[in-house]
């Protein structure tokens, strides 16, 4: 049955996060220090929003581009704390931002643009554009994982469209700061490029504040939403803001492709912008700060973790990240390859975001597995 199956697929690979997952599946009761959400449940006044709005019958299609409640309550947010300029109309809500990094590709490239992506990266980034027909060119940021104009300059040529910028980063949790924002911004201006911004870490951040791009460049298309910030992974809201007419351009696309996004997530969305508690990211660092002290043992210059709730680690030498993963899987603790992430096949992304009663056990026998293998590794 693939002659059926579409040749813009052919290049689609998730074999090996699919790989890490059935690794998890054969051991019982696995530590978990792969997954990328947090570990909280929905606050209750989220949760009592998304039942009133089911009690109260708003269980109908919304306006494609969202309510407009929500839109305003976004666009205010967006000014008042991230200093972008917003209004409803340059916002469109969607069922999560990996649906909004499909359709903002989908308004902005055509096949042969390229796109700037910085490696390490979030799959959809690379997978989606390829799927396009657009070119993915990644921008090795490796070691320290700091997204520079001086690392970004090089790869622009006439085709480049767009540049990626997610800060805080997953995978590597790097925060990127105000002043190479800016300076990135002049680039993108200098080139009239268009900027996209994942900003889902923006609470997330431990050791400097976050700075959003588009409060210096226009030309910049905002991505966020709620699944992590507020603990709504399931109820599927993210959205857009950016320059009217590109936001027009994805609205058209939303009207043939999801038309709408969940009511009840929607009214859940806006109770959660209106009713906030902001220490998530607090307690974040904590966690943060006790999972580097664990790690900085057997990992002494760690890169990243200034924010999100990733570390993307170096194995040492040039072990395979997929026969660690497999070995480390083995002593009951999931992780992902970090070739799953980037051109780099010698680092794993570990997760501190998962159940804080066993995370101190998953990340000893993480170093204790690879002090084992540099053991090993000297011994041959």
């Avoid at 989908?106 to 390829?130: M, N």
């Avoid at 159940?355 to 990340?363: F, Q, V």
Wanted: with cysteine; glycine share 6%; charged share 20%.
């Amino acid at each position: 049955m693939t002659r059926f199956i579409a040749k813009r697929l052919a290049d689609f690979d998730s074999s090996k996060i699919r790989a890490a997952f059935e690794f998890a599946e054969n051991i019982p009761n696995p530590i978990d220090l792969s997954i990328g959400f947090p570990e909280d449940n929905t606050p209750d006044h989220i949760k009592l929003a998304g039942i009133e709005a089911i009690r109260n019958n708003h269980t109908r299609y919304t306006s494609t581009n969202g309510m407009a409640a929500l839109r305003k309550a976004i666009a205010k947010k967006l000014e008042s704390e991230n200093k972008v300029p917003s209004g409803p109309d340059h916002v469109t809500i969607m069922p999560g931002i990996t649906t909004g990094i499909l359709l903002s590709y989908l308004a902005i490239l055509d096949p042969g643009d390229e796109v700037l992506i910085p490696d390490p990266y979030f799959p959809p980034y690379k997978e989606l554009a390829v799927m396009l027909g657009a070119k993915a060119v990644l921008v090795d940021t490796a070691p320290s994982f700091q997204l520079t104009p001086d690392l970004i300059r090089p790869h622009i040529t006439s085709r480049t469209k767009a540049i990626v910028v997610n800060t805080p980063n997953n995978p590597s949790g790097a925060v990127y700061p105000e002043h190479e924002l800016r300076k990135i911004a002049e680039l993108a201006k200098e080139h009239d490029l268009i900027v996209i911004s994942d900003e889902v870490y923006e609470y997330f951040c431990y050791d400097d504040r976050h700075f959003s791009i588009g409060s210096v460049y226009p030309n910049t298309l905002t991505l966020n939403g709620f699944s992590k910030s507020f603990a709504m992974t399931g109820w599927r809201i993210g959205y857009i803001s950016g320059p009217p007419a590109i936001v027009e351009a994805i609205n058209e696309l939303l009207q043939y492709t999801v038309f709408s996004s969940s009511s009840v997530g929607q009214h859940a969305a806006l109770a959660a912008l209106r009713h906030r508690s902001l220490d998530i990211g607090t307690r974040y660092r904590t966690k943060r700060d006790q999972s580097r002290s664990i790690l900085e043992k057997t990992f002494p210059n760690i890169q990243g973790g200034q924010g999100a709730f990733f570390f993307f680690l170096k194995l040492p030498g040039q072990s395979p990240d997929m026969k660690f993963v497999n070995q480390l899987s083995h002593r009951g603790v999931i992780v992902l390859p970090g070739s799953a992430f980037s051109n780099h096949q010698n680092y794993i992304r570990i997760s501190y975001a998962g159940e804080s009663a066993r995370l101190e056990k998953g990340l000893e026998l993480l170093c204790e597995s690879v002090n084992i293998m540099q053991r090993h590794s000297s011994i041959d």
